[in-house]
C-alpha cells in the first residue's frame, strides 16, 4: 500500500473510523501516490509531494490527461471536494487538506477566470527563512496543514477533512 494512503487511513481511523470508498489510482501520477477516494458522502484526491534538493518546500503535481492524452492542470469543476497533500520527510510528516473552494480563489484550479497551474510547492510549518514569495504562499497554506510528525491533532483533522 502507498505511504501517503497508508496514513489517510490511519488518519480517518483516528477521527472516526470511518471507511473509504471508491479507492482508484491515478495511473499516470504514480510517482504522487495519485489517488481518488470518496469518504462520507465527499470527494478527495490525494498525492504525495516531493523534496527536491535546491528549492525549499515540497514539489506536488495537479494535473491529469485531457480526452487527448495532454497534461492539464486540475479543474474546478471536475475537481472533488477536497485535494490531500501529505509530505513525508524522514521524521517530519503532515497533511495539507485543501477544499477546492481556496484552490480555485487561489488561481491553482483551472476556470473561466484561471488557467490553473500544473504544479505548486507546499511549504509546512516546519519550514522558515523563506523568500517573500514563498513566505507569502506559506501564509494562506499553513491554515490547511496539520503536523503529524508527533501526535494528531485530532479536532483540526476532523475540521479539514469536514467530518
Known sequence: MQQSVKLIKEVVAAIGNHE???LIQEEQNSEYEGVRFNLLKQTYRSRLAKSTPKKQGYFVVFWEKDNMDKNQPFTYLSSPD???VTVMDNEKI???IFPKTVLHKQG???SEISK???AIRVYPSWIS???PSAAKTQK???EYFVDLSHKMDLDKLTYLYNF
Open 20 to 22: 473509504m470508498d471508491d
Open 82 to 84: 477536497r485535494v490531500i
Open 108 to 110: 491553482i484550479l483551472s
Open 94 to 96: 503532515g497533511q495539507f
Open 140 to 142: 494562506w497554506q499553513v
Open 129 to 131: 527563512n523563506l523568500n
Open 116 to 118: 490553473g497551474k500544473m
